[in-house]
């Protein structure tokens, strides 16, 4: 098999330092190209750091993208008119943007993933479920737990789990969104779906959504204990998308859920 060339946007991130070390175990790819937002005089396994340019991705097959929003469509405007595919892993996109990105996918395979563990993109099925299950007559909120240095909240894997139970209600997520907390011991349910978000420590990821009755309470969480579950789901994604035409495609869709 033909090893696929990658790029890494955001390549001194987390998320970009974590998936360059997953590359090293995973035979499939190469990597051609790093970039970041910001000059940095360095290199990485031979490769000089650059910024979002044509040029920079011109023998690149596949980008994966963890950056910030701004950087996000700096990339897609590049990669549609090399007609590159994109691994979305940047969360903290608004509606317009998510609409934004829904038109690029016209022409380029995308896909984009709040969260790309295998097991949280299950959690999400299993709200679906649950949410459809219950019917209106228990209330749901989501809670989460992150590192000190994660910007933006709720973060994107608690907003999917939101438009889960959103869907599992056949309801207009943005018509169900409620209040967003940070930071608070407890938060409340309520006729929308409320959320905590927690900034602490060196925490990489928990998440939780529970459903009350009043008179019963029904929990389902994750815990993520090692960064590279991330990476490796995003490299797994990168293979599943080189088989793809255009269009966007999520971890529901590579994971076969119907």
């Not at 031979?46 to 023998?59: P, Q």
């Not at 317009?96 to 380029?108: C, D, Q």
């Not at 209106?136 to 999917?160: C, Q, R």
């Not at 960064?227 to 999520?250: I, N, P, V």
Request: with cysteine; aromatic share 8%; charged share 25%.
């Amino acid at each position: 098999m033909k090893k696929i060339n990658l790029t890494i946007t955001g390549c001194m991130g987390r998320m970009g330092q974590q998936i360059i070390k997953s590359i090293k175990k995973d035979k499939n790819f190469k990597l051609v190209s790093l970039t970041e937002n910001r000059k940095i005089s360095k290199k990485i396994d031979g490769i000089t750091i650059s910024s979002n340019t044509a040029e920079t991705f011109k023998k690149t097959d596949l980008i994966i993208d963890f950056t910030i929003p701004k950087c996000t469509f700096e990339v897609l405007k590049i990669a549609t008119k090399l007609k590159k595919r994109v691994v979305i892993g940047t969360t903290g996109f608004t509606k317009k943007e998510e609409a934004l990105i829904k038109r690029y996918s016209k022409k380029i395979p995308i896909l984009k993933a709040g969260n790309m563990s295998l097991g949280i993109n299950l959690l999400m099925y299993l709200t679906e479920i649950t949410s459809s299950s219950l019917g209106k007559n228990f209330l749901s909120k989501v809670s989460e737990i992150h590192h000190k240095y994660k910007k933006d909240y709720p973060s994107g894997t608690a907003l999917m789990l939101g438009k889960g139970i959103a869907v599992g209600k056949n309801k207009n997520f943005y018509t169900l969104l409620g209040k967003k907390y940070l930071n608070k011991k407890t938060f409340p349910y309520g006729d929308k779906i409320n959320f905590n978000s927690i900034r602490k420590g060196e925490i990489i990821g928990e998440h939780e959504v529970k459903f009350s009755s009043g008179k019963e309470i029904i929990t389902l969480n994750h815990e993520a204990f090692d960064r590279a579950l991330y990476s490796e789901g995003a490299l797994t994604a990168s293979k599943w998308l080189m088989t793809k035409k255009a269009g966007l495609y999520s971890m529901r869709d590579l994971m076969n859920f119907n």
